[in-house]
């Protein structure tokens, strides 16, 4: 079983529809992040959570917004969604303690498309 | 500005010919290093990581990067490359007290 897991895989939905992403682990890890990439931009951050009550805005959180429901959950949702926030997206988690050190470990990726 | 930059958008290589992609970085301190590999479909997965020490560091799937703090290089290789070695790498940093950084990736195609 995997141990990050991302639903949906894909979605397609039109602009201005609210949209949640939603990532469930089972590694025990307090850490979680959400990330996009794009073509040529490799991953960037949009929200991470370094525990339950503590959200932190990345480097492109505008237009999302985010929930750490459990330990184990952390929700992306784009309010009203875009064309441009057409991406794959990607949740990831890591160990506490050195955390900035250690290793991420990555779902397998929400593709969305906004019409 | 601060960056991870990897200069090869896309590589094509023989199967069995060696291989080796470019991650420069330009941060004022040396940051802790990644290589991640995306398989097509997949997450990322984790490939090697430099913190400090030797700086060759030895990896899963024969790979292998060496750190060059005068270059500020952190390059990835391979000496045979597999068709199943065929996938984007993605190089990261973390500059001290940061979240990751990424590099735009370079995508991998290997010829039969």
């Known amino acids: 079983d995997a141990d990050v897991t991302q639903t949906p895989r894909n979605r397609i939905t039109k602009t201005g529809k609210r949209i949640m992403l939603e990532c469930s682990q089972t590694?025990?890890?307090?850490?979680m992040y959400w990330y996009r990439q794009d073509p040529g931009l490799g991953l960037r951050l949009i929200y991470y959570s370094f525990d339950v009550k503590d959200i932190n805005k990345g480097e492109i959180s505008d237009g999302y917004s985010v929930s750490r429901q459990a330990q184990a959950k952390f929700s992306l949702s784009l309010e009203s969604a875009i064309p441009n926030q057409t991406a794959l997206y990607f949740c990831?988690?890591?160990?506490?303690?050195?955390?900035?050190?250690?290793?991420?470990?990555f779902g397998p990726g929400t593709r969305l498309t906004v019409l | 500005a601060q960056s991870v930059t990897q200069p090869d958008i896309h590589i094509t290589v023989s199967e069995g010919a060696s291989l080796e992609l470019r991650c420069n970085y330009s941060y004022g301190a040396t940051p802790y290093l990644f290589w991640y590999v995306q398989s097509p479909g997949q997450g990322l997965q984790l490939l090697l990581k430099?913190?400090?020490?030797?700086?060759l560091v030895q990896g899963i799937k024969g790979f292998e990067a060496e750190f060059k703090r005068s270059q500020s290089s952190f390059n990835l290789r391979k000496p045979s490359v597999h068709w199943s070695d065929a996938a984007e790498y993605f190089c990261?940093?973390?500059?001290?007290?940061?979240?990751?950084?990424f590099g735009p990736g370079t995508r991998l195609s290997v010829l039969p």
């Open positions: 990261a940093v973390v500059p001290y007290g940061q979240n990751f950084v």
């Open positions: 990831a988690t890591s160990e506490i303690g050195q955390a900035l050190r250690q290793e991420q470990f």
């Open positions: 590694k025990g890890h307090d850490r």
């Open positions: 430099y913190f400090s020490g030797d700086t």
